[in-house]
Structures are given as structure tokens and as C-alpha cells.
């Protein structure tokens, strides 16, 4: 069976980036290879990236028309004049209205909330409902996560009197409403450093600015709405989620507490993913559904019988939301394979009676199965009116594709990836025309098997606790910081489950000589199918993720593809497609010789001597003084055309190793395994971590050099009070100034296992006590499976 996906690895970052971030934080090299290729490539963006500080956000000063914004809310709170925020019935709109809400009422205004029917209103301003507004008596609308598109009804409300302030994120037309202010991140006028915001960010930072603060307890509500919207997980965002999952965790919001409790959410294991996959649908599903006004009671509610009654109601109106989307889906994936549509490179599947609330999600599913931006349309054939959404995929924008037809529109906004749209039934060819016009002009070629870029290829055994650990360090995930692709070559698997109500999930067993790791696949018919009629060695491709259960924890791999073969994939991380390729007969011979001297007799013979560590490179020259003899950094370009290497020293990580089998070429390798330092180290207990930092804590400024003392009187011993107090230093709980070390002012709660010393530690004591322990038999066997899981072609 051919996968699912074209498997296609990054190209390998820059050598000294990476050095420099492992040499300065002591990181796993494969973190560090992950930062630099995600743009995380000097110590100050580390920092930054690594610690996602309040104190980082922008000035939402700088935002374009803050002041005027501001000034007319804070004008209209003084005046008692009637004020409505128009939102939106998303999630991100929901948690914009409700931060808005929250914000004016806490400094005494008084304001009531509109969200927009999704079937009646549509997104953004309505023009009738503006009508309403001014009819009413408003005297200041406020919309949040809409606006830059609705003139017409912006228009009328100012020319009746009734102000408008327009906060919003999403794509700006040529010609912008006349309004009050434009609250917007890429405002033409304006050079806010972050483009990025969700509607619900935007909010938050006019909150902030309302405020004169940044409002802690508003940021749970922020966190929901930038995950849920998909926006860039970088710069502000990142701290913004980074900050507003710890306040979901605990939040004190009734209606969140019964979400929790409805869906069978623990608060403490709250990350991106139960936002993306858990809490995110329940509050989108009233807006598909209907009303979605009670989303903004739940998100703001004190009553508790009231939440527990609202999250009943988004927990029943999720489930039926699942089973139309089920059901139309059918129906359109029927439509996109049809003949007529074989070979458009886009498509637009129209039906009749189609519940137009799941139509985004359809055509999610659609653009996946296909590899085809679509547009699923809801035909009212009484009045010949369509109303649907779209999905794009990488390379093709949507938005542009359908922007060169608007005047054929309805209703129509988005951006490059999603839009939504009303249309006459006459016009739908031309904007479906339109769209392959587009796609022809633009080089957009339909990719049957989507490309998937894989981060890393590692073994089972590099599938561990502590490598996952480090790689948390790298959450929040999402948009622009993805969760770390995986693929491991050649892996067995067995007891296959399936799971779910219809057995559309899977579960099952990886396995090789030396490690076991289950893997479970959702929503995945056609994979199951295939599984369950193969046999042999398989790739895989997925993330790593923690399962808890009954108090157990343990990894699993989310799979998201998997090539069924018996043959081995290359592990060089290049540009190229990962393709099946024959598996290598020829083995290099291995000889493991443990040495505890690094003397002349170990360069004796004609060869290329690979080290790890650089001290012992410079330590080994003066033996070298024949040009057939080499020394190499194991990095190295020249460890990838010898034919014969010995390899000197001991790795720091196992990923070190690993990098240094997938890129030789050898047909002789010879092991040492030198160590003139074992680090004879263990790991502080965590009594020893809290000895230390009491004692800091409990004196207002200890002198450096006074070290040997402090290590004296807290009974430990010099290094390990060395390596505590790096720990502490990089987590943020100590600090030296002036040559003397003192408590941080700003204590944040942090693992010990976070601060990359002591994931570095943790590693390098693995690899020397595998190496130790094991006799050169066990040695030579072991090198032997990691040289299988990695040689190259």
C-alpha cells in the first residue's frame, strides 16, 4: 500500500547555530536542531522562545488607533451611553466578546453583547442588525474578530450618530469602513511587530490597554481563542498560550468547570491539543449548530447551575454536530471523485439541505482526502442562495482566488486559508472558473499524496521519557511551531485493536530488538484495512505524546501515516522525498575495543580518528604525523567519505551517535570508547535541590567564591552544588549580580527537568553507564542495530 503522504525531511540547520545553542544551554542536539530550524538560531531569541514572559508583550499602544479606540470606549463608560459589542460565533469571537466584555465591566461599564446568527446575520456586520442598533438607541458599537469588511453597515451606524470602534485580524480589503477607529495588527498606517494576533488577542491587548495592565485573569480566555483559530504560535501569541494554559488549569470560570467536568477534562493536563481537539469543538459547536450567544454565558457566568445547564447543552449539540458532518462528508467526498471533477485541480461541491454550520469542517475533510482546495456550498433552492466555507492547502491562496470575483458575491471574507461565502446559484461556475484560472496562473499542481516534512528519524530506543521531556520544552505547539514530526524506520508491529463506536480508531504495537512503544491512530478506516492484511517491517510517521491512565504514565506515538514495506528509509535529512529503498546488504565490520588511555598506540594505523568531544581532538593531534592519518569532529564532512573510522571517544547523547552512524560510509568501524572524565556523578535527590534553595532564599546575598562553604554546611558536595545552582540559574530562580547569588525577585513554578543542564545530565549519564555496564560483545551487538536503524543508501 502506498502511504498516505509524501514523506519529505528538512533540511539539516546550520552546524554553527546548532553548537552554539548546545554549547551555551546544554541541549539535546536534537532540540537544538529543531530551534535553528524553526528560527530559533541565537541565545537572545532562546531566551525569549524559552521563557514566554509577560513582561515580552508589545505595547498595545503601538497598535494603529488604540488612542482613539480607547478613548471612545472610556468616553462612552463615563457617559453611561449605551455600548454593544458585535463578536462573532466562533471561538475566537466567542472569547473576544467575552475579554471585552469582562474588561469594560471591570472598570465600571456597563455593555451588552450581540453575537451574529451564522443562517440569519452571516459573519461580520449585518447591515439589518446595524439598522437594529440604531433604532435602539445605541450610541457605540464595538465589534471584535470582524469588522474590516463591513462598510455598508459601519457606514449607516456613522451616519446615524452611532460610533464604531472595530477590532480585528482578518484580511483587510483595499477600501476600509469609516469608523471611529480601526483597532487591526496590519493595519496599512500602522508598524505593530506582531501581525499575528487572533480576534481574541487583539481584544486582549485592547483590554490591556483599557486597563492600563495586562490582565492575567483575561488570559485563559486569550489562550482559547489563538489556539483555536490556528494564528501563529510565535512571538506574542506564544505568551499569551504559555501563560493562558497555566490559567485554564486553574481557572475559577464556572462555565469552564463544567465543560471540564462534562467532557471528561482533567484541568491539570490542559495543553494545546485538549484546546484544539476537546474544548475548542464544544464551544464552535453552538455557533455551527444555531444560537451561539450562550457561549458568551458560559465563558462569563457565576451561576453554577447555570454552567453545569450550558455545558450539557454544548456537549449534546457537539454530538449532533459530529454526525452531520459524518454524513455530508460522505456525500461530498462521492461528488469530488465523480469523473467531471478527476481532473479540476480545485473544487466546489454543492448539495441541498446541507446544514450550513459544518460546512467548514466537510470541506477540512474534503482538501484532506484529495489534496484539492474546496469550497462545500448549501443550495436554498427556493431562493437560489448558496452559503457555505472553504479549505485551501499550502500553495494556494483562497482568499486571492475568489477575492478577483467578490463583486460575484454575496457575503464573502477569510483569508488564504479558509474563507466563508454567500453566492447566487448563477454565479457559482464563474467563481469555481475563477478558481482554476487561478490555480493555472499561479503553478498550483494537485498533490495526490500531500507532503508531510518530517523533523526528525529516530530509533525506538531515542523514544524515551527524557527526550520527551525535552522536547515540551518547545510547547505550546501549534501553527508555526508544530509538534515534532517523527518518522522510525523499520519497526515491527502487532496486536492491532481497533477501537470507537464504528472501530475507526487503531491501536498497536511497535517493536524491534530492543524497544517496544504503542501507537495509536485515529479516525483512520482505509489505514486500518491495510494493516490489518500486512506483516513484516513497516515506517512510521507521527508525534510523541504522553498517555496517562489510571496514574500510569507512558509514551505513545500519534500516528499519522505509515508505509507498509519490508525495506528501509533513508534517514539523511535532506529536501528529498523519503522513499522505500532496498535495504543495505552490506554491513561495515565493527570492532569495540574499550580504552581507558589515549596513547600514541591508538593512532598507529592509517585511518580517520572521529571524536565527540573537541577537548580530546586537540589532546590527540600531537600523535597524528603521518598524512594517511586524520582527525575529525564527528559533524564533519570527512566522516562521510571514509572508508575506514575509528571512533575514539564517548558520545554525550545517543543522539550524537546516531548522527554519526546515519552519515558514514564506512566498511570498517572501530570503537574505543575513551573517557579520561566519567562524570562519577548522581543526580541531586530532590531534598538536596531544596536544601539549596532555602538556604539562598533564607540569606538576602551570598558571595560567590564563598561556594566550598555553602557546599559544606548543606552537606553536598562541590559539584553537585554547582550543578544545582546552574539548574536554578537557568530556570529562573537564582541570579548572580556583582559576584554575589540571590533568590529571583519573580519566582515561577518549573520543573527541575526543564533546565537543559539537567536534561543534558540526565543523557550523558544514560550513554556512559550503557557504555560502562556492557561488555564489548554486548557493546558490539548494540552498535550493530543502531548502525542497521541508520546506515544510509
Known amino acids: 500500500m502506498c502511504a498516505k503522504f509524501t514523506w519529505k525531511t528538512k533540511d539539516r540547520p546550520d552546524k554553527t547555530s546548532v553548537q552554539s545553542l548546545r554549547e551555551t544551554f546544554g541541549l539535546d542536539e536534537t532540540v537544538a536542531q529543531l530551534l535553528v530550524t524553526r528560527g530559533i538560531d541565537e ?42 459589542i458585535y463578536g462573532d460565533y466562533d471561538v475566537d469571537g466567542l472569547t473576544s466578546t467575552a475579554i471585552m466584555k469582562e474588561a469594560i465591566e471591570s472598570i465600571g461599564g456597563e455593555v451588552e453583547t450581540y453575537i451574529p446568527n451564522r443562517f440569519d446575520d452571516g459573519y461580520g456586520p449585518n447591515l439589518q442588525v446595524y439598522k437594529y442598533f440604531v433604532k435602539q438607541g445605541y450610541q457605540l458599537i464595538i465589534t471584535v474578530d470582524n469588522g474590516v469588511a463591513g462598510n455598508e453597515a459601519v457606514a449607516y451606524a456613522m451616519t446615524h450618530g452611532v460610533d464604531v470602534v472595530i477590532t480585528d485580524h482578518h484580511e483587510l480589503p483595499k477600501v476600509l469602513p469609516e ?81 471540564y467536568r462534562t467532557a471528561g477534562i482533567k484541568p491539570e493536563q490542559i495543553n494545546e491539543t485538549t484546546i484544539g481537539f476537546m474544548i475548542g469543538p464544544r464551544l464552535n459547536a453552538i455557533g455551527r449548530m444555531g444560537d451561539a450567544n450562550p457561549g458568551v454565558d458560559l465563558l462569563t457566568t457565576l451561576d453554577p447551575d447555570y454552567a453545569d445547564e450550558l455545558a450539557k447543552q454544548l456537549e449534546q449539540t457537539n454530538q449532533e454536530r459530529q454526525k452531520l458532518v459524518q454524513k455530508i462528508t460522505q456525500a461530498a467526498l462521492k461528488t469530488a471523485q465523480a469523473p467531471e471533477n478527476q481532473t479540476a485541480k480545485t473544487l466546489v461541491i454543492t448539495g441541498e439541505n446541507w446544514h450550513e454550520g459544518v460546512l467548514g469542517i466537510v470541506a477540512s475533510h474534503i482538501v484532506e482526502t484529495t489534496g484539492k482546495p474546496a469550497l462545500i456550498l448549501n443550495l436554498n433552492p427556493t431562493t437560489n442562495i448558496a452559503k457555505g466555507s472553504g479549505r485551501s492547502v499550502a500553495g494556494f491562496d483562497l482568499f486571492a482566488s475568489i477575492n478577483q470575483n467578490r463583486q460575484l458575491t454575496e457575503n464573502f471574507g477569510g483569508h488564504q486559508m479558509a474563507v466563508g461565502l454567500t453566492i447566487k446559484q448563477e454565479n457559482i461556475a464563474t467563481i469555481h472558473r475563477g478558481m482554476e484560472t487561478y490555480a493555472t496562473n499561479n503553478n498550483f499542481h494537485v498533490q495526490t499524496a500531500p507532503v508531510k516534512y518530517v523533523d526528525l528519524v529516530l530509533s525506538l530506543a531515542d523514544c524515551n521519557m527524557t527526550f520527551f521531556t525535552a522536547l515540551q520544552t518547545l510547547a505550546p505547539f501549534g501553527t508555526n511551531n508544530p509538534e515534532p514530526l517523527i518518522a522510525i524506520d523499520r519497526v515491527h508491529f502487532s496486536q492491532l485493536k481497533t477501537m ?178 566519567p562524570t562519577n556523578f548522581q543526580l541531586p535527590n530532590r531534598q538536596k535541590f531544596s536544601r539549596v534553595l532555602n538556604y539562598v532564599r533564607s540569606h538576602s546575598s551570598l558571595p560567590v567564591m564563598q561556594q566550598q562553604k555553602m557546599a559544606a554546611y548543606l552537606q553536598v558536595s562541590d559539584l553537585e552544588l554547582r550543578f544545582i545552582l546552574k539548574v536554578f540559574s537557568q530556570l529562573g530562580f537564582v541570579k548572580i549580580e556583582d559576584g554575589a547569588l540571590s533568590i529571583s525577585s519573580h519566582l515561577k513554578k518549573h520543573q527541575l527537568t526543564e533546565a537543559p543542564v539537567y536534561q543534558s545530565m540526565v543523557q550523558r549519564l544514560q550513554i556512559e553507564q550503557q557504555i560502562d555496564r556492557q561488555t564489548n560483545q554486548e557493546l558490539l551487538h548494540w552498535i550493530n542495530q543502531l548502525v542497521s536503524e541508520n546506515k544510509q543508501d
Open 43 to 84: 541565545p537572545k531569541k532562546y531566551e525569549n522562545f524559552i521563557h514566554p514572559d509577560l513582561q515580552n508583550l508589545h505595547d498595545p499602544k503601538q497598535l494603529f488607533d488604540m488612542k482613539p479606540g480607547i478613548d471612545r470606549i472610556k468616553q462612552g463608560i463615563l457617559a453611561n451611553e449605551k455600548m454593544v
Open 179 to 259: 469608523a471611529t477607529a480601526i483597532i487591526h495588527p496590519r493595519h496599512p498606517e500602522g508598524n505593530y511587530p506582531f501581525g499575528d494576533l487572533s480576534g481574541a488577542g487583539v481584544a486582549f491587548k485592547v483590554a490591556c490597554a483599557l486597563l492600563e495592565e495586562v490582565p492575567t485573569d483575561l488570559l485563559d480566555l486569550a489562550a482559547l481563542g489563538t489556539v483555536a483559530d490556528l494564528v501563529s504560535l510565535t512571538d506574542e501569541n506564544r505568551i499569551i498560550v504559555a501563560n493562558g494554559l497555566k490559567v485554564l488549569q486553574h481557572t475559577e470560570r464556572m462555565g469552564l468547570q463544567s465543560l
Open 500 to 677: 470507537g463506536q464504528n472501530q475507526q480508531h487503531m491501536r498497536l504495537q511497535l517493536s524491534d530488538q530492543n524497544k517496544k512503544l504503542t501507537a495509536v491512530c485515529f479516525n483512520a478506516p482505509t489505514l486500518i484495512a491495510s494493516a490489518q492484511k500486512q506483516s513484516g517491517a513497516i515506517n512510521v510517521l507521527g508525534t510523541l505524546s504522553l498517555n496517562e491512565f489510571r496514574g500510569q504514565k507512558n509514551l505513545q506515538l500519534l500516528l499519522q501515516d505509515i508505509q507498509f514495506n519490508q525495506t528501509t528509509m533513508s534517514s539523511e535529512p535532506t529536501a528529498n522525498d523519503i522513499k522505500p529503498h532496498k535495504a543495505v546488504e552490506h554491513q561495515p565490520k565493527i570492532l569495540v575495543t574499550k580504552q581507558t588511555k589515549l596513547t600514541a598506540g591508538l593512532f598507529s594505523a592509517p585511518d580517520l580518528y572521529v571524536f565527540f568531544r573537541k577537548h580530546y581532538l586537540k589532546r590527540s593531534q600531537k600523535f597524528i604525523h603521518s598524512i594517511d592519518r586524520q582527525v575529525a569532529f564527528f559533524t564533519d564532512q570527512l566522516v562521510t567519505k571514509a572508508t575506514s573510522i575509528t571512533i575514539i571517544d564517548q558520545p554525550e547523547t545517543l543522539a550524537q551517535l546516531s548522527f554519526l552512524l546515519s552519515q558514514q560510509h564506512a566498511n570498517k568501524l572501530r570503537f574505543t570508547f575513551f573517557n579520561a572524565q
